[in-house]
C-alpha cells in the first residue's frame, strides 16, 4: 500500500496522542501500510505509559459458565442450547463455590460469571449467586456480564435496567464485562445476533451501569461479514460513549470462531485484518486506557504480535473457558508459557489486577513463580492437585 503525505501526517497526529476522526481510522485502517501503522500505535501505546512502557500485563481468572441454556440464540454462538433441548445444563452454587474455591487456591484475582439467556434467571438469580459467592470469598473480583444479560433478567423480573444493576452490585458484582457487544452497528447485528438488544441500547445499558458506578470493559467480535466501515463505526460508538461516562477500562477485539454455530465459518476475520484493528483502536480510541491482544482466539505469536501493534495487555491465564473454545479456538496456555511469550516480545510480565494494577512485575525469570496447575483448561471440572473438589473428575488441560 502506498503512504500518502495526508495519511502520514493523520498516523502522525494519532501517534502524539491527537484525536483522529472515523473517516481518517477507516482510512488508516484500509491504506496504512501494516507496520506504519503499527508503528504509530506502539508510539501512542508508549506515550500513554511512559515510565511502564516496558510492562505488558496478564491476570489470572477463571470463566465460570452458570447454564448454557438460552433463548437469544446467536448465529455465531456454538455454547448455547435452546431452553428445552436435551443438551441444556446449569450448575448449581456449590459448584460454582467450588470453581471459585480453585480460583483463588491457584492465585486468581477474577472471575467471569458467564452464561446464556436462561428462560428463569431473573434479577434475584444473580443476587443470590453474587452474594454467596462474594460472603464465601470477598478477594475475587466478580467482573461479569454485560448489557445483553442486564436486559434480558430485567425483562425476567419487570424491574428497570437500572434497577437491575443496582441491585446485583449491591450483591456483589465488581464490574460489567461488556459482554454481548458483538458487532454494534444494526447491520451486522442483526445479521448475527437478531434478538440481542440493538448496539444503542448495548451503549445506553453500559452508560448506565457507569454513571452508577459500575465500570467496565468493551468488545468487539470480528470477522462474521462486517464491513470495514462497521468495525470503524464500532470503534465511533465506544468512543462516544466513553466521552459520556469515561467508564469502559479496555477494549478488547477477539475474533469469531467458525466451528459448531450456524454461521458456519463462512468468513472470518484474518489475522493481518486483527492486528490492523487493535493498531487503530490503539489509535482511534484515544480515551480508551487499555487495549487487550486476545490470544485465545488468534493465536500465541498474533497475541506476541499485538504487542508492537499498541496492546498493552496479554488478557488472562483462563483457568476455564468452554465459550469461544467450544466454537473451535484451541489455544491453550499456562503462567509460565505467558510469561515467556510477553519476555520474548521484549516486555516485562506483571500480573495486573481486575483494575489494572501490577500486584507482581517478573523482572527477574529466576523469581516466576512455578505452580504448574496454573494452566488454561477446557470444559474442566476440577484442576488436577486442587484440593478444593478432590472428588470431582479432572479433564486434561491441554
Ligand atoms: S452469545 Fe450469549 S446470548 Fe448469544 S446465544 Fe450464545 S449464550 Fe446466548
Do not use: M
Given at each position: 500500500m502506498a503512504q500518502s503525505t495526508a495519511s502520514q501526517n493523520v498516523l502522525d497526529r494519532a501517534a502524539q496522542g491527537g484525536r483522529i476522526s472515523p473517516e481518517e481510522a477507516l482510512d488508516l485502517y484500509r491504506s496504512a501500510p501494516l507496520h506504519a501503522l503499527g508503528q504509530a500505535a506502539d508510539a501512542a501505546r508508549r506515550l500513554r505509559y511512559a515510565?511502564?512502557?516496558?510492562i505488558a500485563t496478564y491476570i489470572i481468572e477463571r470463566n465460570i459458565n452458570y447454564?448454557?441454556?438460552?433463548?437469544?440464540?446467536?448465529?455465531?454462538?456454538?455454547f448455547y442450547a435452546a431452553?428445552?433441548?436435551?443438551?441444556v445444563w446449569t450448575r448449581d452454587l456449590d459448584d460454582i463455590l467450588r470453581r471459585c474455591a480453585e480460583t483463588v487456591e491457584l492465585g486468581g484475582t477474577q472471575i467471569m460469571f458467564q452464561g446464556g439467556h436462561h428462560p428463569?434467571?431473573?434479577?434475584e438469580y444473580y443476587e443470590r449467586h453474587f452474594a454467596a459467592i462474594k460472603e464465601a470469598f470477598?478477594?475475587?473480583?466478580?467482573h461479569s456480564l454485560g448489557a445483553s444479560e442486564v436486559e434480558h433478567m430485567a425483562r425476567i423480573s419487570g424491574v428497570t435496567a437500572e434497577e437491575a444493576i443496582r441491585r446485583i452490585h449491591a450483591a456483589?458484582?465488581?464490574?460489567?464485562?461488556?459482554?454481548?457487544?458483538?458487532?454494534?452497528?444494526a447491520r451486522p447485528r442483526r445479521a448475527i445476533?437478531?434478538?440481542?438488544?440493538s448496539g444503542e441500547r448495548w451503549i445506553e445499558i453500559m452508560e448506565t451501569a457507569h454513571r452508577l458506578g459500575v465500570e467496565s470493559t468493551s468488545t468487539m467480535l470480528m470477522g462474521?461479514?462486517?464491513t470495514n466501515a462497521e468495525r470503524i463505526e464500532h470503534l465511533r460508538m465506544i468512543r462516544d460513549a466513553q466521552d459520556r461516562?469515561?467508564?469502559?477500562?479496555a477494549f478488547i477485539p477477539y475474533t469469531y470462531q467458525p466451528e459448531?454455530?450456524?454461521?458456519?465459518?463462512?468468513t472470518q476475520a484474518t489475522l493481518f485484518e486483527y492486528l490492523r484493528l487493535i493498531a487503530v483502536a490503539r489509535l482511534f480510541l484515544d480515551n480508551v486506557a487499555h487495549i487487550q491482544g486476545s490470544w485465545?482466539?488468534?493465536?500465541k505469536e498474533v497475541g506476541q504480535l499485538s504487542l508492537h501493534y499498541g496492546a498493552d495487555d496479554l488478557g488472562s491465564v483462563m483457568l476455564e473457558e468452554n465459550v469461544v473454545s467450544s466454537a473451535g479456538a484451541k489455544h491453550r496456555s499456562d503462567r509460565l508459557e505467558l510469561l515467556h511469550l510477553i519476555r520474548t516480545a521484549g516486555r516485562v510480565p506483571a500480573q495486573r489486577s481486575?483494575?489494572?494494577?501490577?500486584?507482581?512485575?517478573?523482572?527477574?525469570?529466576?523469581?516466576?513463580?512455578?505452580?504448574?496447575?496454573v494452566v488454561s483448561h477446557l470444559s474442566s471440572t476440577a484442576i488436577e492437585?486442587?484440593?478444593?473438589?478432590?472428588?470431582l473428575k479432572v479433564v486434561p488441560a491441554r
Open positions: 515510565g511502564t512502557e516496558h447454564t448454557n441454556a438460552c433463548v437469544t440464540a446467536c448465529k455465531f454462538c456454538a431452553p428445552k433441548s436435551e443438551d428463569d434467571y431473573g434479577v470477598p478477594q475475587l473480583v466478580i456483589g458484582l465488581d464490574s460489567f464485562a461488556g459482554a454481548g457487544a458483538e458487532l454494534l452497528p445476533a437478531p434478538l440481542k438488544e462474521t461479514g462486517e461516562t469515561g467508564g469502559f477500562r459448531n454455530n450456524h454461521l458456519k465459518g463462512r485465545l482466539t488468534t493465536g481486575t483494575t489494572y494494577e501490577h500486584l507482581v512485575v517478573h523482572e527477574d525469570p529466576a523469581l516466576d513463580p512455578v505452580d504448574d496447575r492437585g486442587g484440593s478444593a473438589h478432590p472428588e
